[in-house]
């Protein structure tokens, strides 16, 4: 499993991805879902995963507009053909969730509209977010009380729906922890602080040097806000 392809995909080694292939975990079955921007599955990693497109808002957006879901897409479940680097569940399918990260006409991102589209598909148990807001624990809120004040107010159905996606569909939420140099997490990461019985199924994803050995105080990248 440790080919070429392998390695030039910096991550895989340090979260042992081998020893899972070893296992037989290679995504196979699985489809995987990204909010973010559409992604583009005329990109040759994503051959014979087309047809697993789904609920674009815009796609015929050039390469400007949705280069950033293709790109996570790719670190995800790029395939395993020989060619440049795989992904880390390379065997999966992908569902893209697209939608331009903005905030619309009434103040909120598309998560109330986009994320039910998951709920019906028993295979589909993981939601990719690499995005989020810059607010961060304890700039912008002091407590959970405080923060859940802010969703209550200016994202009213997004905790709503969080819960649906985990308690009644069992999906995992996977967020960016943020690219801002923080020591927390930027504020939708930290929804399992705010709502403990979600907690179980979020993770929080950093960035880390790869020029530094996992061992290491410094090995999160100095960019890299924190979990």
């Given amino acids: 499993f440790k080919t070429t392809e392998y390695y030039k995909s910096t991550g895989l080694e340090y979260i042992k ?67 440049g680097m795989h992904g880390v569940a390379f065997d999966a399918g992908i569902l893209s969730l697209g939608t331009n990260l903005e905030l619309d006409e009434n103040g909120t991102y598309d998560i109330a509209a986009l994320y039910p589209k998951t709920f019906a598909d028993n295979s589909l148990k993981i939601i990719n977010n690499s995005w989020g807001e810059d607010l961060f ?3 912008y809120y002091r407590n959970a009380q405080e923060y859940l004040t802010f969703f209550n107010i200016f994202r009213p159905s997004d905790i709503s729906t969080f819960k649906t996606a985990i308690l009644d569909h069992d999906k995992v ?34 960035a880390f040097d790869p020029s530094k050995k996992t061992t290491d105080v410094n090995f999160l990248a100095e960019f890299s806000d924190h979990a």
């Fill in 17 to 83: 991805a081998a020893d899972a292939y070893a296992l037989g975990y290679t995504g196979k079955g699985v489809r995987l879902a990204l909010f973010d921007q559409i992604v583009r599955f005329d990109h040759s990693e994503f051959v014979n995963k087309s047809d697993l497109q789904g609920y674009v808002n815009f796609a015929n957006a050039g390469w400007d507009i949705n280069r950033h879901g293709t790109h996570v897409a790719g670190i995800m479940a790029a395939s395993k053909d020989g060619v």
């Fill in 173 to 206: 939420i996977v967020w960016a922890a943020g690219n801002s140099g923080h020591l927390s997490s930027q504020h939708y990461a930290n929804l399992g602080m705010a709502v403990p019985q979600l907690s179980g199924n979020i993770v929080n994803v950093v």
């Fill in 137 to 139: 624990y304890p700039e």
